[in-house]
T-cell receptor, first 115, second 114 residues
Framework: IAGITQAPTSQILAAGRRMTLRCTQD?????MYWYRQDLGLGLRLIHY???????GKGEVPDGYSVSRANTDDFPLTLASAVPSQTSVYFC??????????????FGEGSRLTVL | GENVEQHPSTLSVQEGDSAVIKCTYS??????FPWYKQELGKRPQLIID?????GEKKDQRIAVTLNKTAKHFSLHITETQPEDSAVYFC?????????????FGQGTILTVHP
């Protein structure tokens, strides 16, 4: 079934540990995004990629890094996790780069707790 | 960069009433404005969108209006039903130097009472 897959769905980790959230889509979408969702703050953009080989910073990029080696995969890495990174993380993809390409498709989310 | 403000943060209505959620944006280069609905424990899903060359768009009980001069847009839900209860997010897609970014509002928790 075509779509966007995130892993893990839930994770608890100790502060200071390194963590990579995985995101894979099989829709051949050009643009991919990582958002974090916190109560009262909505969906805040962490990093995005308009096409394979390029990435850009969103509203809250500090403490996170991404890579886009190919069209399908867009992993998000926390180099040294801190409690303030406790959140629900959503990966999303969109067909193209321009506004005419419309809908953002979201993964099911990854709930991360940093103790 | 783009800043999207959304109001109200919570909205409670009786079944059958109308609900209106408003958003403002800061970047005059923004040209695409989608609305997403997120049910409890689920992923956000697109319900309607509007482009900057259109003032209003309707889809059954849902409509969106856009005022580019004032830089605000609104979601209107008529004849609300309990299944409309969810969190609603507006968003703005920026062009120019922020090309590729989709910025979301803070969300509105809509509760429809039977």
């Amino acid at each position: 079934i075509a779509g966007i897959t995130q892993a893990p769905t839930s994770q608890i980790l100790a502060a200071g540990r390194r963590m990579t959230l995985r995101c894979t889509q099989d829709m051949r979408h050009n643009a991919m995004y990582w958002y974090r969702q916190d109560l009262g703050l909505g969906l805040r953009l962490i990093h995005y990629s308009n096409t394979a080989g390029t990435t850009g910073k969103g509203e809250v990029p500090d403490g996170y890094s991404v890579s886009r080696a190919n069209t399908d995969d867009f992993p998000l890495t926390l180099a040294s996790a801190v409690p303030s990174q406790t959140s629900v993380y959503f990966c999303a993809s969109r067909k193209g780069q321009g506004a005419n390409t419309g809908e953002l498709f979201f993964g099911e989310g990854s709930r991360l707790t940093v103790l | 960069g783009e800043n999207v403000e959304q109001h109200p943060s919570t909205l409670s209505v009786q079944e059958g009433d109308s609900a209106v959620i408003k958003c403002t944006y800061s970047d005059s280069a923004s040209n695409y404005f989608p609305w997403y609905k997120q049910e409890l424990g689920k992923r956000p899903q697109l319900i309607i969108d509007i482009r900057s060359n259109v003032g209003e768009k309707k889809d059954q009980r849902i409509a969106v209006t856009l005022n580019k001069t004032a830089k605000h847009f609104s979601l209107h839900i008529t004849e609300t039903q309990p299944e409309d209860s969810a969190v609603y997010f507006c968003a703005a897609y920026a062009g120019g130097t922020s090309y590729g970014k989709l910025t979301f509002g803070q969300g509105t928790i809509l509760t429809v009472h039977p």
